[in-house]
């Protein structure tokens, strides 16, 4: 993924810095690595990175969390026009009792509740957006609000077809009005395979001294 960290406190935004990571998801979590790394880290995303606006969840775990949990209460609303075309609409509610999404910034970290509306292709029911909007943000995050807009689209892996995220944008706003924005792009997707071979018979000796 390549991610875009800008700042506004004026009428524009400023680019803060740009950077590219993996990202995989391992057992139901979000690691990331650096290019070329060897392994993926298992550690928050804010480590890695310490400055600018970042975020981890839209790549798989909030997916996961509306339609793997029952932590959310849906609500039909549809079929509507969505970027131009038609699209089933499902607004979505998640209390914080129930919530496994924590914000953070340089002052403080709460897990929040949060609602917000996904679109789904009205023929192929494939997923195209989801918004993720917090709720109730405590006073020390100093934070108005925090908004994660993502779109999905088809992917082509190996042999298969996968639906995956293809670009979010992540906005928080403080309270003296300024705005982090951060972008980012998912591209390069590819699939990592494993080998293991089996052997029947006897271990081999150990040569006196060999550990």
Same mark, same amino acid.
Not at 12 to 17: D, G, H, Q
Not at 132 to 157: C, F, G, H, N, Q
């Given at each position: 993924?390549?991610?875009?960290?800008?700042?506004?406190?004026?009428?524009?935004?400023?680019?803060?810095?740009?950077?590219?990571?993996?990202?995989?998801?391992?057992?139901?979590?979000?690691?990331?690595?650096?290019?070329?790394?060897?392994?993926?880290?298992?550690? $928050?995303?804010?480590?890695?990175?310490?400055?600018?606006? *970042? #975020?981890? @969840?839209? /790549?798989?775990?909030? =997916?996961?969390?509306?339609?793997?949990?029952?932590?959310?209460?849906?609500?039909?609303?549809?079929?509507?026009?969505?970027?131009?075309?038609?699209?089933?609409?499902?607004?979505?509610?998640?209390?914080?009792?129930?919530?496994?999404?924590?914000?953070?910034?340089?002052?403080?970290?709460?897990?929040?509740?949060?609602?917000?509306?996904?679109?789904?292709?009205?023929?192929?029911?494939?997923?195209?957006?989801?918004?993720?909007?917090?709720?109730?943000?405590?006073?020390?995050?100093?934070?108005?609000?925090? $908004?994660?807009?993502?779109?999905?689209?088809?992917?082509? *892996? #190996?042999? @298969?077809? /996968?639906?995956?995220? =293809?670009?979010?944008?992540?906005?928080?706003?403080?309270?003296?009005?300024?705005?982090?924005?951060?972008?980012?792009?998912?591209?390069?997707?590819?699939?990592?395979?494993?080998?293991?071979?089996?052997?029947?018979?006897?271990?081999?000796?150990?040569?006196?001294?060999?550990?």
């Amino acid at each position: 993924i390549e991610s875009a960290s800008l700042w506004k406190r004026t009428a524009s935004f400023k680019i803060a810095e740009t950077l590219q990571k993996e990202v995989a998801l391992v057992d139901g979590r979000e690691m990331f690595a650096w290019p070329g790394s060897k392994k993926f880290e298992d550690s $928050a995303v804010t480590k890695m990175v310490t400055s600018g606006a *970042i #975020g981890n @969840g839209n /790549f798989a775990t909030h =997916a996961r969390a509306l339609f793997e949990t029952r932590a959310a209460t849906f609500h039909y609303q549809g079929v509507v026009d969505f970027d131009g075309k038609k699209a089933i609409r499902f607004d979505y509610n998640v209390p914080q009792m129930l919530s496994g999404y924590r914000v953070r910034t340089g002052y403080a970290s709460a897990i929040v509740g949060y609602h917000g509306s996904f679109y789904v292709n009205s023929e192929t029911f494939d997923m195209e957006h989801m918004e993720v909007l917090a709720d109730e943000i405590p006073a020390d995050l100093m934070l108005v609000s925090t $908004a994660d807009k993502i779109d999905y689209a088809i992917a082509r *892996i #190996g042999e @298969g077809d /996968f639906l995956l995220p =293809a670009e979010s944008d992540l906005i928080m706003v403080n309270l003296n009005g300024g705005e982090n924005h951060n972008h980012v792009k998912c591209t390069s997707c590819r699939q990592f395979s494993g080998e293991s071979v089996i052997t029947f018979g006897d271990a081999p000796e150990l040569k006196p001294g060999a550990h």
